[in-house]
């Protein structure tokens, strides 16, 4: 397959970025995105047309949250329910030209090309994210009981890779379904439940000061993310907050 | 200056609470328009208003509503810049991720949603704190008002001096000659209990004789939809309140924390449905008078 490549390049945080076009030719229809921005910057390489492009990448299997490209218009490109790292070539027209954009947020300043700074939601992680005490290994099995639905409804949450989809997403930049997801699957578990009201306001007021929008309950977070989190937990997030606030802790 | 910092959270409570409170006030809005339809003269028109003019719950109510009115504009104005702040640098391609129109344009719906309310302030409110001239209505036992009376009686009884005299003839030719015209024009209506339609000229004498002239909303409904063009203006904004309240509702429990599976559809229902009767209600009464009357 043949594509016409438009691709953000800047060449750091305070440079002026431009679109440059490349071509790519002779690309397998079972070429992962990653695969194909591969076989570009070699080419870019060995003939010394330019610099590569630069990208995040880790995993490449869709569990890391690393990549994360905003395609034709949609954060991961055009296919739901997974992240850049899993996308194919067979998605996309032969011949077709394809826009690509590194997320665009201020809470996510650009470093280089396609590469932003996440450290934000490292930082919204650090403000309250956690367990503050170590609650040892794996316990005996039925030692705490939990119910199924709410073990089924934490374990959704906590599919969240942390990949910014949800931001990118977003007509607000807003970065509530992480946020929600974060909450909500240690709200639902007991061990995590002792902390959540501290929690919760600890990790909205961080979300807020770091410059994310406020939602609009517009959804498109769950259209794109790689993980199918759904809008529910953003609603149980305000619940959270709702209930933290009238119990006043912090 | 250093305002207390509100979170995002907080700030969209209130947003939600006050948009419920705004939606529940449009369905009352909206039964009291439907009473203008009636053919009798006002009747139910009049009688609804009155009760929303002079209720003290109701008056009291009035003023949360214009709080809560300008708290809901205030707050998602705030909040809508600090959106577009969130993303200085925009995208070149326009987004394709699947959402709502409505959603998405809530702030614009609702700017239209503001010019309707400021045009419709101009056309109604603004007549009744005198700022615009409109169409004037009066209670027929208001006219011989008890002050009149008593003049009268003092008047018959030789009481008053011959200016006094002279003063309560001139005040009562002005009262009649309202009367007069409602007689001869056949402005009275609705079992002679109000004489309606009148111009701010015909009242202007009464000023300072008779009180309780009041605003004649339902006789200006009827000159103002026969307007076409207003009819055509005020169906036109109302479909964009149509955008603003579907995807309203649904916002406003998402919001609020009411998610449920079980629940989800028939609350994003119910939006449509309360957004589509609220607006084809308030439709109702230009459609018919710019096309029937
Ligand atoms: C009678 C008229 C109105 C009603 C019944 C109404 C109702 C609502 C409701 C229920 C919401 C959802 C709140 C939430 O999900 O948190 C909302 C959102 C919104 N309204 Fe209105 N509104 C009205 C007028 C206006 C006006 C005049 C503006 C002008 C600027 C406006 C701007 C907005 C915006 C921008 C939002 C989205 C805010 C957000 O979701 O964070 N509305 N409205
Ligand atoms: S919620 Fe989904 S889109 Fe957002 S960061 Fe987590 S995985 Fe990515
Ligand atoms: S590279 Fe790890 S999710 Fe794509």
């Known amino acids: 397959m043949n594509f016409t490549l438009k691709i953000w390049r800047q060449e750091n945080a305070k440079a002026k970025g431009r679109f440059e076009t490349y071509k790519v030719e002779n690309i397998s229809s079972d070429c992962s995105f990653l695969e194909m921005l591969d076989i570009l910057n070699e080419s870019l390489i060995s003939n010394k047309i330019a610099h590569p492009v630069c990208f995040d990448n880790d995993c490449r299997e869709g569990i890391c949250g690393m990549c994360g490209l905003y395609i034709n218009g949609r954060p991961h490109g055009n296919d739901d329910g997974v992240t850049t790292c899993q996308l194919h070539m067979r998605k996309f027209k032969d011949g077709e030209t394809i826009w690509i954009e590194p997320w665009r947020a201020k809470a996510f300043p650009v470093i280089r090309d396609l590469v932003v700074d996440r450290t934000a939601y490292d930082k919204i992680i650090q403000a309250g994210g956690y367990v503050s005490v170590s609650t040892g290994g794996v316990p005996d099995a039925n030692s705490i009981l939990i119910a199924k639905d709410k073990a089924d409804k934490a374990m959704d949450a906590a599919e969240c890779i942390g990949c910014g989809a949800c931001v990118a997403a977003c007509k607000n930049a807003s970065a509530m379904l992480f946020v929600s997801a974060k909450v909500s699957h240690l709200a639902l578990l007991p061990q995590g439940k002792v902390e959540a009201a501290n929690r919760v306001q600890k990790m909205v007021e961080k979300m807020d000061e770091l410059g994310f929008g406020n939602c609009t309950n517009t959804y498109a977070c769950e259209a794109e993310c790689p993980k199918l989190i759904k809008r529910s937990n953003i609603a149980r997030l305000n619940r959270e907050w709702i209930c933290a606030r009238v119990g006043k802790e912090k | ?293």
């Open chain 2, 1 to 293: 200056m250093n305002l207390p910092k509100i979170a995002s959270i907080s700030k969209k409570i209130v947003v939600a609470c006050v948009g419920l409170f705004l939606l529940v006030f449009l369905l009352v809005h909206m039964g009291i328009n439907l009473c203008l339809l009636r053919p009798d003269g006002g009747a139910w028109y009049i009688a609804a208003s009155n009760f929303m003019g002079t209720n003290y719950i109701i008056k009291v109510f009035e003023v949360v509503l214009f709080a809560a009115l300008i708290a809901h504009i205030i707050i998602t104005v705030a909040l809508q810049i600090q959106n577009w702040k969130a993303r200085p640098v925009r995208y070149h391609q326009p987004s394709k991720s699947k959402t709502s129109t409505a959603s998405k344009t809530m702030i614009w719906t609702g700017g239209l949603v503001f010019v309707f309310l400021v045009l419709h302030f101009v056309n109604f409110y603004f007549v009744k704190m005198g700022l615009v001239e409109g169409k004037y209505m009066i209670q027929t036992e208001e006219l011989f008002s008890t002050e009149l009376q008593n003049e009268y009686m003092a008047a018959t009884q030789g009481k008053l001096s011959e200016e006094e005299v002279a003063l309560f003839q001139s005040k009562m030719e002005k009262v009649n000659a309202i009367a007069v015209k409602a007689e001869a024009e056949g402005l009275s209506s609705n079992d002679m209990k109000w004489i309606m339609n009148l111009s701010a000229e015909d009242v202007k004498p009464l000023e300072g004789i008779v009180e309780g002239v009041e605003p004649d909303f339902y006789n200006m409904s009827y000159e103002l939809f026969g307007n076409k063009v207003y009819s055509i203006i005020y169906l036109l904004l109302f479909v964009a309140l149509a955008f603003h309240l579907i995807h309203a509702m649904q916002s406003a429990f998402q919001t609020l924390g009411l998610n449920h599976n079980k629940y989800n559809k028939f609350i994003e229902g119910f939006s449509w449905i309360y957004a589509i009767i609220i607006v084809l209600g308030f439709a109702t009464v230009p459609v018919y008078i710019m096309c029937f009357v």
